[in-house]
């Protein structure tokens, strides 16, 4: 069974930052697609940052320059490190696993089959 548990949200500065973990179990994060999507309640769910197995990286326009998507292969981890939060980016943030090898070269290029419960993360101006 895989299971994707998010941590490492909470409340922020502007200009602040976090980083967001996400513990994998039942599926090895080094094989497949795998990303950080984020919700505020009334819109769409919009794709932050993914990663393949082919080390590529893909970014939303919002985020490019300031966020980084990483995986830690030996304990199974994905990281989203958020630099220079801006209030805009407040939001709950999800960790989501793909069955596919590529993300497809963009933020939405892959179907995502896992997801976790999420974590908030609030910036204040």
């Known amino acids: 069974q895989v299971q994707l548990v998010e941590s490492g949200g909470g409340s922020v500065q502007s200009g602040g930052s976090l980083r967001l973990s996400c513990e994998v179990s039942?599926?090895?994060?080094?094989?497949?697609?795998m990303g950080w999507f984020r919700q505020v309640p009334g819109k769409e769910r919009e794709g932050v940052a993914t990663?393949?197995?082919?080390?590529?990286?893909n970014y939303g326009d919002s985020v490019k320059g300031r966020f980084a998507i990483s995986r830690d292969i030996p304990n199974n981890l994905l990281y989203l490190q958020m630099n220079s939060l801006k209030p805009e980016d407040t939001a709950m943030y999800y960790c989501a696993a793909s069955r596919q090898y590529s993300c497809g070269g963009k933020v939405r290029g892959a179907d995502f089959n896992y997801w976790g419960q999420g974590t908030q993360v609030t910036v204040s101006s």
């Open positions: 039942g599926y090895t994060v080094s094989n497949y697609c």
């Open positions: 990663s393949d197995r082919y080390g590529l990286f």
